[in-house]
């Protein structure tokens, strides 16, 4: 640096509230007059479980070996009411996603590994499809305020309800569907004319409150002869509450979505504006379980940014039963890969990545219906680009992985039973999570916010 | 056994259900009556088979719920979501229903003779309903499909955000919500209104209850179909 720019004013100053993503939004909203619709969940940094770490076994608990001896990992849930409760082999589900935001192919996909692996898929926003049911070996069927394609028959072969009332991405707000998406045969399921942008409703059509909810569960349960159990998605908000408020509807299971859950389609200033980190969510939820001594009677599902073994151990630890994936589950198929498997050949995606104004790595495009690896689409062309059998494989592998390292770190805490991890087997690395997931500081015994210590 | 008598004060609402569900249509029963059900919820939910359901008394939420095939008659008032997401058959409520009449219905016939409260036919996928009276406030709001024929009022934002459905009007409509406009009546609109009357069983001819001419004909502008920044959230 020469000694004439030392002595020049700072000519480019970056403003911190106005900087350049800022100018970008501003000068974007100038141009259209129209928010930013996109795909994902929330990209700022939140307090996550990687701010958490497990204390392993040593001399005060001694581990487990961790080739030899046994860890299991079956997971039971829908056992309050339900006749016959869904039993899968490991705690981590395939979370709910619409045959219309997902091509077909996709939705077989997800099947097909489900079942290798002996957990459960999720219908959608958009009804049941027979690839879906054909090749899911246990099926959780939705139940929203659309009600797109919702159908009695489709209860009955469903092997559980989730009744939605909302989603980590945007609590509070329906479904969206842009008009490039809905295809003849999404557009059929749904009853709605081809090609239009669906905005779905953020009510359900026949109840409001807990109180109604409390009925509506009973009709699902009387439809069903008290057989399936049912669940009730909450998007994370005032979590506490809206766990209670489950319960005293009468759900087997509920289930906690994050604001880190994905999304096809939802305005940006819901994505990142609207809900709480799955962090805290999840603290809150069991709290109120605890709260009304149905942990363990009441089985808790947790969503939102779950994408590692790590990540399902430590939601066990915090007390949910099970986890829900979601974008993990279409990353592991190929979501942002830069080519795709065709004809037994790899080929390149980054030109269909840059049509889109985007790269592979950065790309939250599913909206437009233009999934360069074809995940997100309904284009007869971009489909083929993921095969059911190509996706399976990779997404088997991806549920076999987590299912592994779960096994790994309960071990190394000493347990038999993956589901016996607890809340004290952690701690936080940070302030904000020591508060949040409540567990103590690392080296300390401090948790923000609670007396006494 | 053509007959079955199930009375809700002696029986838990459970085994008429089962019954509806498993029994009935292996014993090939046609008709079933139930009585005392003093407002009880979800009765004759899910039927499967073309049974003939009397319901003498008051029922509670979503009588006649997601029924298939299946005919149940209210002889009596019905609560909230009377025959919600009904799919084929028929329920007729000779009182009056309340909120969420026929929500979210894929198929079959609703008659209620009086009176619906507000949200009746919300998110109608298809079917038809009839309503011998005046509906409440957000009636048809978001119907994507299927026919409503209220021979009374409507009240405020009625068929707001409608997609594909249609709706027939005999009295006054208090207003129409977003995307909701005024027709003109087609020769084809008058048969529907008298090809409903008709399967409803309100009269309409002779004495000259229902004349299908004096229907107004109200569907979508169709302006909501695709998203415009233009409009100014002016709904």
């Given amino acids: 640096m020469s000694s004439n720019e030392h002595s020049k004013p700072v000519a480019k100053e970056e403003s911190f509230g106005y900087d350049s993503k800022t100018i970008a939004y501003i000068r974007n909203a100038a141009a259209h007059g129209l928010y930013e619709i996109r795909g994902m969940g929330a990209k700022r940094a939140l307090p996550n479980f990687d701010d958490l770490v497990f204390l392993g076994a040593s001399l005060s608990r001694y581990p487990l070996e961790g080739y030899r001896e046994k860890c299991s990992t079956k997971t039971v849930l829908g056992t309050r009411f339900a006749k016959k409760p869904v039993e899968l082999d490991i705690p981590i589900t395939i979370a709910g996603m619409s045959f219309g935001s997902l091509s077909a192919n996709v939705k077989e996909a997800l099947g097909r590994a489900a079942s290798e692996v002996g957990t459960s898929t999720t219908t959608g926003d958009g009804g049941m499809t027979q690839e879906e049911r054909q090749s899911s070996k246990t099926l959780v069927y939705q139940c929203l305020p659309s009600r797109y394609g919702f159908n009695p028959d489709d209860v009955r072969r469903a092997d559980a309800i989730e009744v939605v009332i909302g989603q980590g991405a945007k609590p509070g707000g329906g479904g969206m569907l842009l008009g490039q998406k809905v295809s003849p045969r999404v557009a059929q399921m749904r009853t709605l004319p081809a090609g239009i942008d669906q905005r779905s409703a953020c009510r359900h059509p026949d109840w409001t409150g807990p109180d109604d909810l409390a009925i509506k569960i009973q009709e699902l349960r009387e439809l069903t002869d008290w057989e399936k159990p049912i669940y009730v998605k909450v998007g994370a908000t005032r979590t506490f509450n809206d766990v209670k408020l489950a319960v005293h509807s009468g759900a087997d299971v509920v289930v906690v979505d994050g604001m880190q859950g994905g999304t096809a389609a939802t305005q940006t200033c819901f ?43 430590k939601a066990l630890a915090m007390g949910a039963d099970a986890v829900s994936i979601g974008q993990g589950v279409l990353i592991a198929l190929g979501c942002n890969h830069d080519s795709y498997f065709q004809n037994g050949a790899h080929h390149d995606a980054t030109a269909g990545y840059a049509a889109l104004g985007t ?70 690395l940070t302030l904000e999570a020591a508060a949040m997931a409540r567990v103590p500081l690392a080296g300390t015994n401090w948790i923000p916010g609670v007396a006494g210590m | 056994m053509e007959r079955m008598n199930f009375d809700l004060a002696q029986v838990p609402l459970r085994e008429l259900n089962a019954f509806l569900h498993r029994d009935a249509p292996a014993q090939g029963v046609q008709k079933v009556v139930v009585t005392n059900p003093d407002g009880a919820h979800n009765i004759a939910v899910g039927l499967d088979c073309p049974i003939d359901v009397e319901v003498h008394g008051h029922a509670g939420y979503y009588a006649g719920g997601m029924n298939k095939t299946g005919t149940v008659t209210i002889f009596g008032s019905a609560g909230t979501g009377v025959a919600e997401n009904m799919m084929s058959g028929r329920v007729q409520v000779k009182g009056f229903a309340s909120n969420g009449a026929g929500a979210s219905m894929h198929g079959g016939l609703l008659v209620i003779d009086g009176d619906a409260g507000l949200r009746c036919g919300i998110s109608l996928k298809g079917g038809d309903i ?25 009240g405020d934002a009625l068929g707001d955000s409608l997609y594909e459905a249609v709706l027939y009007v005999k009295g006054s409509i208090k207003s129409l919500g977003a995307d909701a406009r005024i027709e003109p009546m087609s020769e084809a609109d008058y048969a529907a209104v008298k090809e409903l009357l008709d399967a409803a069983g309100l009269q309409h001819d002779a004495g000259l209850k229902h004349d299908p001419r004096d229907f107004k004909r109200v569907a979508s502008a169709r302006s909501l179909y695709h998203w415009n920044a233009d409009a100014d959230q002016e709904y």
């Fill in chain 2, 130 to 154: 009839v309503v011998g009276g005046s509906v409440g406030s957000f009636s048809a709001f978001m119907a994507q499909a299927g026919r409503m024929v209220i021979c009374g009022d409507a």
């Fill in chain 1, 359 to 428: 790269a592979p790595g950065y790309c939250h495009h599913c909206h437009t219906g233009k999934c360069p690896v074809g995940i997100t689409t309904q284009d007869a062309v971009l489909e083929q680009r993921l095969t059911p059998e190509v996706g399976a494989r990779h997404l088997k592998n991806y549920l076999k992985t987590l299912n592994m390292e779960l096994t790994t770190i309960a071990r190394a805490c000493g347990k038999q039973n993956v589901h016996h991890l607890e809340r004290e087997d952690l701690v936080a």
């Fill in chain 1, 271 to 313: 994505i990142e504006h609207v809900g709480i980190p799955t962090l805290a969510a999840l603290r809150q939820a069991v709290d109120a379980l605890e709260d009304l001594d149905m942990k363990d009677k009441v089985q808790l599902i947790v969503s939102g940014g779950i994408r590692s073994g790590p990540d399902v151990a």
